[in-house]
């Protein structure tokens, strides 16, 4: 087996909540014990590049390996059921977006093929926002960029000025029917809130850099005072 093969396997057991044994799983992929000793290595580097919570560990009482915070449970058929209506309810995402956010979900529930016929049902009715644009991965950056804290410059369209270059601090997401919004601070504004930008209209951004202090504390200032209200 190669070695990228090799370390997906790897990965996708620990993220399943499996204890994986080096021993077991050298047969299994046909490698030796110091390929699996880097394959570890390798995992345990990129879950500190990403700031993850989860922690990979080394149980010495049955010698093999876990992933804290990994232990899989399936959801129940109410749980799958409420997500499932605000997904749809909301709007905010393409059909064909919705439909695999919901697939994804189903995979991970105790749910009847009964319910499964009645989720695609409802998926007919279901009314895409009126900007018909992809929004998942954008989504997904954009919560690693508030995780990070980082400075961001985005290409964004407002609707009547055209496209525009913004260096924003990001401080959270907003949603509302049919939208997903940004609440950042422009770069060098002196304002105590922050300004609301559209998910859909931000053509691209890429990372400056790290927020400085004063930053991350306006930032949570903010935060602060708006989790009171």
């Not at 909301?90 to 956010?101: I, M, N, P, Q």
């Not at 290409?155 to 990001?170: A, K, N």
């Amino acid at each position: 087996m190669d070695k990228i093969t090799r370390v997906l396997l790897l990965y996708s057991k620990l993220i399943r909540g499996e204890k994986v044994r080096k021993l077991e799983f050298c047969m299994e992929a046909d490698s030796n014990s110091r390929s699996f000793d880097r394959d570890i290595e390798d995992i345990r580097l990129y879950l500190a590049e990403l700031f993850q919570t989860e922690e990979l560990r080394y149980d010495r009482q049955d010698g093999s390996y876990y992933l804290t915070g990994a232990e899989r449970w399936d959801l129940e058929l109410p749980e799958f059921q409420l997500l499932e209506g605000m997904l749809l309810e909301l709007g905010l995402l393409r059909k064909d977006e919705v439909t695999e956010l919901l697939e994804h979900l189903s995979s991970n529930a105790k749910i009847r093929s009964l319910e499964s016929k009645y989720s695609d049902e409802l998926l007919s009715y279901y009314r895409e926002p009126l900007h018909n644009k992809p929004l998942l991965k954008m989504h997904g950056d954009l919560m690693t960029v508030l995780k990070q804290q980082s400075v961001i410059e985005m290409q964004y369209c407002r609707t009547d000025e055209g496209t525009e270059v913004i260096r924003v601090l990001p401080c959270r997401l907003n949603y509302e029917l049919g939208r997903i919004i940004l609440l950042a601070f422009p770069e060098k504004t002196e304002k105590e809130t922050p300004e609301s930008f559209q998910v859909e209209q931000i053509y691209s951004f890429q990372i400056i850099r790290t927020q400085y202090k004063k930053e991350q504390e306006k930032v949570r200032y903010f935060l602060q005072n708006e989790d009171m209200k």
